[in-house]
Each structure stands twice: as C-alpha cells, then as structure tokens.
C-alpha cells in the first residue's frame, strides 16, 4: 500500500531524513521507533506533504505523493493524526466530525463513530477544548475515519495519557486493523508498541537501520528499551 524509498527530508540547511526506505502492506500496522529527534515525525510529515524540502519516492497505492500537495494527499486516503492531535478546539465534538468533506467509501458514518467512541456522542455539543486528554485523542483518531482514509498516520497516540487510557487506545487500534485500516505508526512507548504492531522500523540518526518482526522486538525488548533510553 505504501512505498517509502530515499526519502529525504530537510529543515533549512538541516537534513533529517538521510534516506528512508521502508514498505507498509494493507492491513498492517507498522511502527517507526527510535529515540526523539532521529526523524520518526519528519518521516511522517514528508508523507503528507508537510515538508517542503523533501526528495526520493512516496507511493500510495502506486501514486506518487511527492508530486501533490497535502490536500490531495488526504483526498487520496491517507489521514494524519498529529502528535498535537490536530482538533479544532472551538468547535464543538459533533462538528469536528463533519466539517472535513468524505472522501472514500471506507468513511465510517456517525453512528458507527458514536459506536466505538460512545464518549464522543456523550460530549457531542462540548467545545473540543473542554474535553480531557484521552478524549481528544480519541475524537482525533476518529476525524479520519470519518473522511474515509485507508491509510492512517498516528504520530505518539499514547503520549501522556494515563495508563487505562493508553489500554484504551490499544484496543481501538486493534480494531481498526480488523476493520482493515492499515496503520503508519510513531509510538515512543515500546511495550504498547509491541501490542499493537506486525512490524517495527528502528530510526537512528535520519535513517532506518533494522526492520523488525514483533517477535523479534519481543526478544530483544530489555536491549531495545536501553537503546530508546526508556
């Protein structure tokens, strides 16, 4: 489904990524690790466009995403859930929602939203910003659902979340694999990591130096945890 080769990736006379190359099937989830600052964000903001200086090959579905911009990036079915979650906070839950236009035929309705996420229909009228943390996250998870994307860009879910939450999270990304989303994945919490993914790309320094199995992160965790500084 998605194709990663060379990708390179600057800010200014910065260079972040030193060329990437990595692949993500339908229906997997796969994860981008490393310690903060090797480029696992970079990574997925060259995917969508948000870097202007950007080079090598991004292809969805066969596309080359390199050569449009991030609205028709979305329109193709590649949703992105920043680190900062990206909702619009005056608007009100319902309204987040249904304010970006459906673009595909794998867009879930409302209520089936409201089905997974049954905290989202209780706060529905709420401003966004008076949501807790955990609820932000999910109303930002479900923003691309509801526009239809396949493919789905989850920048650190976890982060700062309390601990239920964080068991939450796992499981509606579980089932957005059965549902068969296929998920891009930044994740600095490498035991939720494992719990979720089918494979994981180890980042040092802008690059990507070994793709793992989740058995083999499962036997190598304790060295993975001191090398992540975790």
């Known amino acids: 489904m998605l194709e990663v080769r060379n990708l390179q990736a600057s800010y200014g006379e910065t260079r972040v990524l030193q060329g990437i190359n990595f692949d993500v099937q339908a229906g997997e989830i796969v994860t981008l690790i490393g310690r903060n600052g090797v480029g696992k964000t970079t990574t997925l903001r060259a995917i969508i466009g948000d870097i202007a200086q950007r080079s090598g ?26 680190e900062d979650r990206g909702i619009f906070a005056t608007l009100t839950v319902r309204e987040n929602l249904t304010v970006s236009p459906v673009r595909g035929p794998a867009a879930w309705p409302l209520e089936r939203i ?9 706060r529905g009228d ?7 943390g955990g609820e932000q996250q999910m109303l930002a998870i479900a923003r691309p659902l509801c526009m239809g994307s396949e493919l789905i860009l989850l920048d650190e879910p976890t982060e700062g979340l309390a601990p ?20 891009l994945l930044v994740e600095q919490n490498l035991r939720f990591a494992i719990s979720v993914a089918d494979r994981h790309n180890l980042m040092v320094d802008g690059r990507i130096v070994q793709t793992l199995s989740n058995r ?6 304790e060295q993975l945890l001191e090398h992540l500084g975790v």
Not at 64 to 75: C, H, S, V, Y
Not at 126 to 132: D, G, K, N, V
Not at 170 to 176: H, K, S, W
Not at 216 to 221: A, F, P, S
């Open 114 to 122: 409201y089905e997974q996420f049954p905290v989202l229909r209780e």
């Open 57 to 82: 090959e991004v292809r969805f579905r066969g596309v080359d995403m390199l050569a449009i911009g991030p609205e028709r990036t979305a329109k193709a079915g590649i949703g992105y859930v920043a």
């Open 164 to 183: 239920v939450i964080v068991d939450r999270i796992g499981e509606i990304i579980r089932r957005l694999k059965e549902d068969g989303r296929t998920i």
């Open 216 to 221: 083999d992160v499962i036997e190598r965790e």
């Open 126 to 132: 709420q401003p966004a910003s008076t949501l807790s």
